[in-house]
């Protein structure tokens, strides 16, 4: 049952995928929930265009992250690309977003309380594949990217649903890339990290090597 249901859910997300490749003028497949190659060049496609949009680098071997809105859901609602040798060849849900209970519970950094959200950004190298023969030693046990880059963030302490981009700083804050666990609920598994579910990221990070760096490409769509 629980294989099912997630099962429904990642094919209701790539249903809504392909619907964006298809309103932005990139895709005329059917909207199924396969992400096959129609859809994979239709979003190597998208990416360039927004990247070409904002004078950023066109990833090479990367994620690229799509922020799908500017409200807290909790959820698994925003899209991550990963490019292999400059070929879109994964689409995974994703969240861009803390979970609610950072949302509820804020940390105060630099005396500034407040969740940590990403901005809209590209950094080059700024985060580095952190692996291990004992995925048991590593933070939150698999491997994931550390952030050893300065990047941009807002900190959000108002507790709504809403991002506030008021307060605006540049730092190191630990926005990882990393696993979200097994279900669809972020919830503690991101503070302000970049995470993608458990069914999707052990197959994400195979074509890395460890200390490699990649690039932080954030796209608000």
């Not at 790539?14 to 490749?21: H, T």
């Amino acid at each position: 049952m629980y294989l099912n249901l997630r099962h429904h859910y990642l094919t209701k997300r790539m249903k809504a995928f392909q619907q964006i490749l298809k309103d932005k003028g990139y895709y005329s497949g059917a909207i199924d929930g396969i992400i096959g190659p129609l859809s994979l060049a239709a979003t190597k496609q998208l990416i360039d265009a927004e990247c070409n949009d904002r004078g950023w680098v066109k990833p090479v071997n990367d994620f690229v992250w799509i922020r799908m809105s500017q409200t807290f859901d909790n959820k698994y609602s925003d899209y991550v690309i990963r490019f292999n040798d400059r070929i879109a060849d994964m689409v995974m849900p994703c969240s861009t977003k803390a979970g609610n209970y950072w949302i509820q519970n804020p940390v105060t950094v630099g005396g500034i309380t407040g969740t940590a959200v990403a901005a809209e950004q590209q950094v080059i190298g700024s985060h580095t594949f952190t692996t291990s023969a004992n995925w048991k030693s590593l933070w939150l046990g698999a491997p994931y990217f550390m952030q050893t880059g300065a990047v941009e963030i807002y900190r959000d302490g108002n507790k709504n649903a809403t991002i506030d981009k008021t307060i605006k700083t540049k730092g190191w804050y630990g926005i990882n890339f990393h696993r979200g666990g097994l279900g669809s609920i972020v919830d503690q598994w991101s503070a302000g990290c970049m995470v993608v579910p458990d069914s999707r990221w052990f197959e994400a990070i195979k074509i890395f090597k460890p200390n490699q760096k990649i690039n932080f490409t954030l796209i608000e769509l």
